[in-house]
């Protein structure tokens, strides 16, 4: 390998002002052997060895360390608003607000391309891509090689959490792309104070990104969970360029918090205030583009409001939850905003997001209206130009991007919880997996005890959407809606899972709603959006112990009058339909969730395969009952 001469390096060691020259010509020398010098090296000579490391692979013409301020922030966007990067939407309805079109090829998380590299292959299991961590870093490397030539090589140090939790953890990216540098000032805390943090923690997670050509030919999201490290190249969409987000914060992070005895999961976090002032924070899971971001900021239904229920967005996409010393879980979210999906985000379905993006907000991939204002489907007005700039056609597919996203700043939630900055995080009292499940999956049931919660968890499954490429609208199974992003074998995160079940733990109750049932007619039963806090309120009375349930084969469903219906107008046949519980219909569900855990032997925990077996059995026994007949409705 290669580096530059150590003189020419001296510059990238030296920080305090924005810009360094950096050299051109590299010789060959073991700048980076073990010295004296290197032995005694501090945490923060680390970072700058680092940086130095990489700036002598990718050869950037300048490199600037990111401050987090918001005057860098300005200045990155005049830059990118000069250079075509980002362009201007209307300033006077939308302040702040900036558009970003990227590559065609380029607008979502592409899993094929997507790679765990343990050491031992088995460690990745078959829920993920793998590849020899040697031949990994030979591959990317390669691409890796000089491509920053030209280009500014930004370092951004950030902190995914509140900057003083000791539930947050640290990460450096490094990128070409000023539109990432943009998007991680909005979605992660970043800058000097997450510098000084990590120059005072022992480790970091590195990050390494470039846009590279562009080229889904030479496109790789690499993980090295034991190195800590990332390397991404050849996108410069969210998922796979924003790396602190779903590279670091689960990826990387599921394999820390499984050493560290803690869970990193894809679920958002939202607080439910009852009229009696009680908050109740709720953490729930279901895979991309099935309304997370919608329930983590829901309107109470009218009647709810007037009693004085209140919600509290905390999260909406991802939750790191730690026991502690009471045994109850606490939960934070490691993110500082929201990089959501913007088509159906409307008044109707999400009157808080589209508040929260009305300023401050950087688009991606939606179309625009005649005076310039950000347009998907869903939205009042009319598009005349497409995500990809051309004249809106409806003959050339949607004005938007299926996966169009905003990036804003959560604090611009008008449900912002100021709770998302406390440090110890916030106590979780339910956990909820949920897909879209147009058929057998009811509203809502609860699972009777742990294992049997971490079982629903595992089954999930769910219609894939836009937000990885691929088809769309095919069932997969989806464990926890982790699928994309666990880093290490199933088997073994099954495991971890089961493993805080243990003495003295205060575990939150587990549920499994289904808000995507339709009906004989192909309609949704339910009506969603505010009305799932109905739900919520079922499974907070439930780890209340106000209200009993009724036991069935699959779970604990809502019993008669417990779910409050009142000025919904459904009738009792919808509810009956979306209560049901279709025993054949569900031995056929188990034995296939028996089949797909089998793929995860050796390493599926026994009490998991006993957990299906016992549920099998149990309707088994109970076959012939409908719900119905059984609640004596
Ligand atoms: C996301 C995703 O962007 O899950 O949150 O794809
Ligand atoms: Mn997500």
Redesign the pocket.
Known sequence: MEYPERRHLAPFLLRGTLQYQCAQTTVPTPFFHKTLEDTMASKLEALDRWVAEVAALTRPARIHWCDGSDAEYQSLVQQMLADGTLIELNQRTHPGCYLHRSHPSDVARVEHLTLVCHPDEEDAGPNNHWMDPAAAHAKIDALLDGCMEGRTMYVIPYCMGPIDSPLARCGVEITDSPYVVANMKIMTRMGAPAQARIERESSFVKGLHSVGELDPERRWIMHFPAELTIKSYGSGYGGNALLGK?CHALRIASNQARDEGWLAE?MLIVGIENPRGETHYVAAAFP?ACG?TNLSMLIPPEGYLRDGWKVWTVGD??CWMHPGADGQLYAINPEAGFFGVAPGTSDSTNHNALTSISHDTIFTNVAVTADNQPWWEGLPGTPVTDWQGRPYDPAKGPAAHPNSRFTVSAKQCPTWSEQAEASQGVPISAIVFGGRRPSLLPLVMEARDWTHGVLMGAAMGSETTA?ATGAVGVLRRDSMAMKPFCGYHYGDYFAHWLSFDRPGAKLPKIFHVNWFRKGADGKFLWPGFGDNLRVLEWMIERAEGRVDGVETPIGILPGEGELKLDGLGLDRARLDELLDVDNAGWQAELSAIGEYLASFTPRLPERLHREQQRVAQALEDDAGQSRREAIAF
Request: positive net charge; proline residues 0%; aromatic residues 0%.
């Open positions: 779903k894809h991309s997370k996409d991802i937000a």
